[in-house]
């Protein structure tokens, strides 16, 4: 047997991936911060395909509450509760309307939630990861700002770690912090971050020999998963009605549906097919799934190996918490 970790696999898109994977047999565990709603997810899996699923409180917001998880997720392993793990699923995250606000760290919330976080948890979970498995970062098409998907919901700004989780902070007064952005500018520079993760893990992967596969994953506009639950109520009602999806295909907007995005998240995370796609990017679009070209920024060296560097100074990390691969 063996055991794959998700975050955020309790709700919307995680859920269908989760279902997916219990359906093949593998044993899960749920993170996030719904006990009582990973729970109940949790006894429906098991009474129907007798799964283990255990659940993990995970808030990506706080790095305390990442660094704890994850210890207890070792100890999982080591006591023998769960089998090996050979995927870990970065599927958490959010966008945050209204006022700039900041995580329990003092970083900007979307860019703590969407990025620090699960930073942090690869970092310190790639050591229980068995050979050949699997890390999976759920993206955004909003990433790209050439794509319909960019332009609608906000372009992206540079991708500098240190701005983005001090953005707002004194922006009259301190040059570096940056002023506030809209939310869509947040939220699609938040997934331009998450792709380049996934490039930069892969380098580094490659270049110590590691057989661990790193992918980034667009699971398309699918606006039922609650994606807008921060705005107007006539707007999510209108988003996800068939109308809305016939306009957006017609011009141009990545579209796809919560069952098709959950069971391609779960065939790049366990499927043979995608072992050898370590690096790239796939979309689920219109009940494709495809490897396809991600925002040209996306592919910088440079700013991607500034990002990995600067993301390992906001969360604080220690030596002894970096593993060998990625030293």
Request: glycine residues 10%.
């Amino acid at each position: 047997m063996s055991t794959i970790l998700i975050t955020g696999g309790h709700s919307g898109i995680g859920l269908a991936a989760t279902r997916e994977l219990a359906a093949k047999g593998i044993d899960i565990v749920l993170a996030g911060r719904s006990p009582e709603r990973m729970q109940s997810v949790a006894e429906q899996l098991h009474a129907q395909w007798g799964v283990v699923v255990r659940t993990l409180a995970l808030d990506t917001s706080s790095l305390a509450s990442v660094r704890a998880a994850a210890a207890r997720l070792r100890a999982m392993r080591e006591d023998g509760g769960i089998d090996p793990l050979i995927a870990i699923v970065c599927n958490a995250g959010g966008r945050f309307d209204g006022a700039v606000s900041y995580s329990p760290d003092g970083y900007e919330t979307t860019f703590a939630t969407n990025c620090l976080g699960h930073f942090l948890l690869v970092e310190l979970l790639l050591p229980s990861l068995a050979e050949g498995g699997r890390v999976v970062y759920t993206a955004s098409g909003t990433h790209d700002p050439d794509s319909v998907d960019g332009k609608m919901v906000g372009a992206v700004v540079e991708p500098d770690a240190l701005v983005l989780a001090n953005i707002g902070k004194n922006s009259d007064k301190a040059k570096d912090s940056g002023k506030a952005l809209s939310a869509g500018k947040r939220y699609s520079t938040s997934k331009l971050c998450t792709v380049m993760y996934a490039y930069e893990l892969d380098r580094r992967l490659r270049r110590t020999g590691s057989s661990v596969v790193s992918i980034a994953y667009d699971p398309g506009s699918v606006p039922a998963t609650g994606f807008l639950r921060g705005m107007p109520t006539p707007i999510r009602w209108f988003s996800a009605t068939p109308l809305m999806k016939w306009v957006s295909k017609r011009i141009g907007v990545t579209t796809s549906d919560v069952e098709f995005s959950g069971a391609s998240l779960a065939a790049l995370a366990t499927a043979p097919d995608y072992s050898e796609h370590s690096g790239e990017y796939f979309q689920a679009n219109d009940g494709t799934l495809a490897s396809t070209r991600s925002a040209r920024l996306s592919y910088d060296k440079r700013r991607a190996a500034k990002l990995w560097d600067d993301s390992k100074q906001l969360v604080h990390l220690s030596a002894t918490e970096e593993p060998a691969q990625l030293k």
